[in-house]
């Protein structure tokens, strides 16, 4: 009976259909990079809650240029009032060239509860990889830039004026592989202007854990030298989130 079954099966399905797909078989690599993680928020500074935040990331690598897109969402309501609303959007595209890119970047931020209600930041500049290996990469970006800004209104300003400054933006991003399955990255920006500098950190721990998806923490600081009255000049966001990648 066995013999039979085993005679059936190879006239069903013969050796050429099995070798259709290896077991060693991967697919080929795509230029498209994408991550869509969502999960809970928890902030300090200028407002304090606990609620929903979200963020896509796409790149489009190729060989000489590479292209990135980020959209970051973060809400948090508290007996049906909002209490944080903040979008941030990201874009930078990237022309390469050796070791090295020049580069052109677009920020946006809309914040109702933070210093500064509105930011549009545009820059260019050149970047070089320091380091790029299959467990560390370091890349460093500066270039000069333009930013505009609202301070939110306050009972000593209720109607401010916006800024308009010239900047130096000046980059570090690194990326450091712990294991297979975890990841540490840590992006670094200084903005210096006239009326107003930035310091922002981001950190994030990715721990993949099954297949494409995996549980990341981060941790984001953003320091103002000058914010208006009766506000801070440091706010941070720290985030637990579920995080799934396509690639």
Request: glycine share 6%; with cysteine; charged share 20%.
């Amino acid at each position: 009976m066995n013999k039979l079954c085993y005679l059936t099966a190879l006239v069903l399905f013969p050796s050429s259909a099995w070798a259709l797909v290896p077991p060693d078989y991967k697919e080929p690599p795509s230029d498209i990079y994408a991550e869509i993680e969502a999960g809970l928020q928890v902030n300090s500074g200028n407002n304090s809650t606990q609620n929903f935040n979200g963020r896509t990331h796409i790149t489009y690598d190729t060989e000489k240029a590479k292209q990135e897109a980020t959209f970051k969402a973060y809400y948090a309501a508290d007996d049906g009032s909002s209490t944080a609303e903040k979008f941030d959007l990201y874009l930078q595209s990237n022309y390469k060239f050796d070791d090295a890119y020049l580069y052109g970047r677009g920020e946006l931020t809309w914040d109702k509860f933070g210093s500064f209600t509105r930011i549009s930041t545009i820059s260019t500049g050149y970047g070089f990889d320091v380091i790029s290996d299959s467990k560390h990469t370091l890349s460093l970006e500066m270039g000069p830039g333009y930013r505009y800004d609202i301070p939110i209104a306050t009972e000593s300003e209720p109607d401010p004026s916006a800024n308009s400054n010239v900047i130096l933006r000046s980059a570090a991003k690194y990326s450091l592989k712990l294991q297979e399955y975890t990841s540490f990255n840590a992006d670094f920006t200084a903005e210096a202007g006239k009326d107003n500098s930035t310091l922002t950190l981001d950190l994030s721990y990715k721990n993949t854990f099954i297949q494409d998806w995996a549980f990341k923490v981060g941790m984001n600081f953003k320091y103002n030298t000058t914010v208006p009255t009766d506000t801070k000049q440091l706010d941070t966001i720290t985030t637990f989130n579920l995080l799934y990648t396509y690639q």
